[in-house]
């Protein structure tokens, strides 16, 4: 098969869908891959890099998208590039389409086969696609809000972790699964004050026992939401329903009985946000105020560490994708993990949740697909 691997275009992207030590395992495969010219930039491989690892340098994404039978990359396409996927093409990357009517049409207009990474799932009911992002969206996500506290920045001016004789920032976690046990490690590092609020009584056990007594674990009611919010210095939105539009969980009405100058930090804003006054923002501009709230809303914000994530991300998506690249559309068929990746075939929507979210009719993958 020809691989496709274009260069990342959404705002501050830097990670790349294929590493060099993906391409040499494509190519040791006997297929062809076809890199966009500086796609690897960001992570520090330039085109010599990739040309040794046995890629195709093109100049532009044209010709990877005109070339490949397969185009693996990272963030969802953007406009122009969901108007060059074309029928029977393989599109292979993170697609978020619950809160994205737009993209969805274009690639049902498209006629593209497109899996998306945050639906695959395994057999611990995990998603291993989705996990390597969530653990570093969920390390950053400290990170990002720690910056934001700080006066100069709009922020309440409080150091999470305090100093001896002082009490340290307070962080609620709405959601404690990757993302959210990712975003404790680091806030509980720093000494800072952490709540985990799950719905999941399985899950708050688990975490209770891993935390050894550093955290609280609260259970997902409008009451607790509410405390803890109110009390924190920092919010982090971790909740995630697969292939759906994320809840609300923090209202505007809220926004009035939190401390001025405390952070939301969305994490969950790629599914659409779980605080109802999130909307994305890009790291060009990353932060905004309401209420007197900082809200922090990047949509990709793996993309900061690419030498990092996209390493992280290709050990995620490499098994998978030399299985589409081996067996084409049959590696869908013989194996029903990678198949609740499949998101749109042929012009008809097959993942469950965004059919709903998005009010278009279901169709089956095994029927599209005509599994035995
Ligand atoms: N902004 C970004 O750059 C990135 C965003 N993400 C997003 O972060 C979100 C979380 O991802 P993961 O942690 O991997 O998901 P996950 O599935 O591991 O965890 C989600 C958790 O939310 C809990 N939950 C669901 N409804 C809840 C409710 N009403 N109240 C409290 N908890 C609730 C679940 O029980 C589960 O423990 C996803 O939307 C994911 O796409 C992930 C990586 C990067
Ligand atoms: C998961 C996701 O949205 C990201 O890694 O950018
Ligand atoms: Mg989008």
Known sequence: MRVGCPREIKNHEYRVGL?????REYVANGHEVIVESQAGAGIGADDAVYAAAGA????????????????????????QEWK?????????????????PEQAKGLIESGCTAIAYETVTDERGGLPLLAPMSEV???????ASATALQKA????????????????????????????????????????DVTIIDKSLPRLRELDNLFDGRIRTRYSTVEALEEEVFAADAVIGAVLIPGAAAPKLVTREMLGGMKKGAVLCDVAIDQGGCFET?????YSDPTYEIDGVIHYCVANMPGAVPITSARALNHATLHYGLMLANKGLRALVDEPHLRNGLNVHRGRITNKAVAEALGYELAAPQEVLQVA
């Open 278 to 282: 999130s909307k994305p923002t890009t």
């Open 84 to 100: 060059m996927l074309r029928q029977d093409q393989i599109l292979y990357t993170y697609l978020h389409l619950a809160p994205d």
């Open 137 to 143: 969206a969920g390390r950053l996500a400290i990170q």
């Open 19 to 23: 590493t060099p030590g993906s391409v």
């Open 153 to 192: 920045n709009g922020g309440r001016g409080i150091l999470l972790g305090g100093v001896p004789g002082t009490q340290p920032g307070r962080v609620a976690i709405i959601g404690g699964g990757v993302v959210g046990l990712n975003a404790a490690r680091m806030a509980v590092g720093l000494g800072a």
């Open 56 to 79: 195709k340098i093109v100049q532009s994404a044209k010709e990877v998208f005109d070339q490949a039978d397969m185009i693996v990359k990272v963030k969802e396409p953007q406009q």
